[in-house]
């Protein structure tokens, strides 16, 4: 990904996700008392963002553009093909369970979740972190799509028309 994104070498891409990662590392190191750092990252990124994500990404393949387009590129090169039947599930079942799920999730959770957050000062600077780690990597993917557009390249990794 950073190598696409930002047209760098191998070398200075595993570089720059080291950094990243040594970034994570050392603040959970720093903050280590009680392991609230790496409590707070665990949750809101491995189980929130995860699962936020997973979201995103059904109602994206379900609704964001043509679904038959991307039901043909579900069987791209499969030797399998998904019974008929999941076309129902992946557009409607789904995205309502995956909803309904976080709803009652949100409902149940949150007071305690925004009270621990309000409490402490450390789990309030570390959801800051992971909002900066985050605004950077959306600055990247942005910077990525400007650049694989001016290549001529679109989202589906169609190559430009020949003059």
Not at 15 to 34: E, T
Request: a negative charge.
């Amino acid at each position: 990904f950073m190598m696409e994104a930002l047209d760098v070498d191998n070398n200075v891409g595993t570089a720059l996700v080291s950094i990243l990662a040594l970034a994570g590392n050392a603040w959970v190191f720093w903050f280590s008392k009680d392991l609230v750092a790496l409590d707070t990252i665990d949750f809101w990124i491995g189980t929130v963002g995860i699962f936020l994500l997973a979201t995103f990404q059904v109602g994206l393949f379900g609704w964001g553009g043509s679904w038959t387009a991307h039901w043909d590129e579900l069987h791209l090169g499969s030797r399998m093909v998904v019974p008929n039947v999941f076309q129902f599930i992946l557009r409607y079942v789904t995205p309502l369970y995956l909803v309904g799920i976080f709803g009652l999730f949100v409902v149940n959770n949150v007071p305690g979740y925004v009270d621990a957050i309000a409490a402490s000062i450390t789990t309030q600077a570390t959801l800051g972190f992971v909002g900066v780690v985050t605004l950077v990597l959306v600055a990247l993917t942005a910077v990525g799509e400007r650049r694989w557009r001016a290549a001529g390249l679109d989202l589906d990794n169609a190559l430009p028309p020949k003059d």
